[in-house]
């Protein structure tokens, strides 16, 4: 099971820091990322981190902006949103998958669990 939270109202050049805490399984056989819904669009990748922290990949609009971590001792992944931007106005998800390899991914239909999402609000 995944729990997202940290979401909320912000103005532009704000910041944010998301967590998604799991539980029922070993958290540290799971690659992680987030993705994100914003309204009338389609579902899009975020950011993605190995289980070992070895690697981690962010889409081409947050790069430099936005950070994903873990702390495989809390089980918890995290998304430090900065200088955020009222076009990052979304649902934001994490999402889970157990690969045996080193790699990260950014296609939705890889990841088998999904949390409940939790909504980021960026005013002008």
């Known amino acids: 099971q995944l729990q997202a939270s940290g979401g909320g109202l912000v103005q532009a050049g704000g910041s944010l820091r998301l967590s998604c805490a799991a539980s029922?399984?070993?958290?540290?056989?799971?690659?992680m990322a987030w993705f994100r819904r914003a309204p009338g669009k389609e579902r899009e990748f975020v950011a993605a981190?190995?289980?070992?922290?070895?690697?981690?990949r962010y889409a081409d609009s947050v790069k430099d902006r936005f950070t994903i971590s873990r702390d495989n001792a809390r089980n918890t992944v995290y998304l430090q949103m900065n200088s955020l931007k009222p076009e990052d106005t979304a649902v934001y998800y994490c999402?889970?998958?157990?690969?045996?390899?080193?790699?990260?991914?950014?296609?939705?239909?890889?990841?088998?669990?999904w949390g409940q999402g939790t909504q980021v609000t960026v005013s002008s």
């Open positions: 999402a889970a998958v157990n690969i045996p390899n080193d790699y990260t991914f950014n296609y939705a239909s890889t990841y088998d669990y």
């Open positions: 981190i190995t289980r070992s922290s070895s690697r981690t």
């Open positions: 029922g399984r070993t958290f540290s056989n799971y690659h």
